[in-house]
């Protein structure tokens, strides 16, 4: 039979006597930061639970919230927009408490609320939108390999994530029963593809969210994908700072370095985010050494501002995060709520760029719908060439000329 790396291990058993309201001086010594408003949540929502067992991932995942009911017992009455039961096969909902936590310590009516609860439009399929806009299932050499680009591969672990986001470009894969398990077998297969194939140099392990695998699952794919010789960097993309900050232990980490170069391409939203659990969560896999780089999609009335993204961005770099793409959001079906114009995005990034410092200035990025890949949007900073040189426009409108001897050849 085989060993099943992706199931979260049993819970570490509490002794009795700790199943109390929690103890502030005596959860003092746990290495996790909380503060008082934790507290009064957990006391509130999961009486019978400690501060430990609130820090320890497993607890957060076991304890999930998928229904709505739940959700309104927690949250008291919610909006009328909210689907109170989903079609079968849609992508299910699902939050850790903690990120239940975080919403409740934000205002009721927070965007970020409508970026993991299933809202009605989401029923609503409209012209373009596409199950697979990436079509990545046309480049699937064997299970759980996308290879769109020469030298570098997806590999999608698992199909489970610790929360899901409503406007998930794989919603057609994560969340399905025969994907969110993956066995040792179909990885062993897809390390094989990239063993055989000396051109891949750079793997990103993703899923769902990889960092919902057990220490030893990761540490399974860490070492097998580092013995290969062409791969010199693999990188993981996570939202798990973001939803399950506790997931960030220090045994986590130890593996993680063992296997350098490995970066990080992290999943903020919002500045709101940024709770001092996620900062910590940031901060240690700092720590480790692991780059991390942080890929926002642009979500229509949740961030779709200058202001919020240039707060998210210094807020992201004061924990070594750097900004590293603004997505536009892709039409998978019912997502017409969530997409906003492309000049939005363009807006963003000539908000941003020189009112701020180039490394708060991310990409804005296209995935082109067909398979075409990720297209970076540029904001239009070239007006025009001439013998004299190349007309350039600053972020204030004014313009520059830059000599170049051919530049009456430049293609714009
Ligand atoms: S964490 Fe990533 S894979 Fe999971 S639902 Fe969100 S966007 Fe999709």
């Given at each position: 039979?085989?060993e099943?790396l ?37 006391a ?45 096969d849609?992508l ?16 009721p009516?927070h ?26 299932a ?39 029963q ?12 897809a ?33 097998r994908?580092r ?6 960097i ?15 232990t ?13 970066m990080?391409s ?24 692991i780059?991390?780089?942080s ?22 770099l004061?924990v070594?995060?750097?900004?590293y ?29 020189g ?12 995935d ?18 001439n ?26």
């Open positions: 039979m085989e099943n992706t199931e979260a291990s049993p819970l570490s058993m509490v002794p009795a006597r700790d199943h109390a309201v929690p103890n502030k001086n005596r959860l003092s010594v746990l290495s996790f930061p909380y503060d008082e408003s934790i507290l009064q949540f957990i509130k929502n999961y009486p019978h639970t400690t501060i430990h067992d609130w820090n320890n991932w497993n607890w957060q995942i076991k304890h999930s919230i998928d229904s709505a009911d739940r959700l309104k017992e927690i949250f008291g009455e919610f909006h009328e927009n909210v689907i109170r039961s989903l079609p079968e849609h299910p909902f699902r939050i850790t408490p903690y990120f239940s936590s975080l919403l409740s310590r934000l205002s009516n965007p970020l609320f409508r970026t993991v609860v299933p809202a009605k439009e989401e029923l609503i399929t409209t012209p373009g939108e596409m199950i697979d806009p990436l079509c990545e046309e480049i699937t050499p064997v299970p759980h390999i996308v290879h769109r680009y020469p030298d570098r591969v997806l590999f999608t672990v698992t199909g489970f994530c610790a929360a899901y986001c409503r406007y998930c470009t794989r919603s057609h894969m994560v969340s399905q025969n994907k969110c398990h993956v066995s040792i077998r179909s990885w062993d297969r390390i094989e593809y990239i063993r055989i194939n000396n051109c891949i140099r750079d793997v990103l392990i993703s899923g769902g969210d990889p960092l919902t695998l057990s220490d030893s699952g990761i540490e399974y794919l860490l070492s994908i013995a290969i010789p062409h791969v010199e693999i990188r993981i993309g996570t939202k798990i700072p973001v939803v399950l900050p506790m997931r960030i220090r045994s986590l980490v130890n593996i993680i370095k063992k296997y350098h170069p490995v990080m992290l999943h903020f939203s919002h500045p709101d985010e940024l709770s001092i659990e996620a900062r910590e969560a940031c901060n240690r896999l700092a720590d480790g050494g780059p991390l780089g890929q926002s999609v642009l979500l229509k009335g949740v961030n779709d501002q200058v202001e919020i993204f240039k707060k998210l961005n210094h807020e992201l004061k070594r995060v750097r900004p793409y603004i997505y536009q959001c892709d039409p998978i079906p019912g997502s017409a709520h969530f997409r906003t114009e492309i000049k939005k995005g363009i807006d963003i990034i000539n908000g941003l760029t009112y701020t410092s180039g490394y708060a200035v991310p990409h804005f990025v296209i082109a719908p067909g398979g075409g890949g990720k297209i970076p949007i540029l904001p239009y900073a070239i007006k025009s060439t013998k004299e040189g190349v007309t350039l426009i600053n972020y204030e409108g004014k313009e520059y000329i830059y000599p170049e001897k051919f530049s009456h050849n430049l293609e714009i």
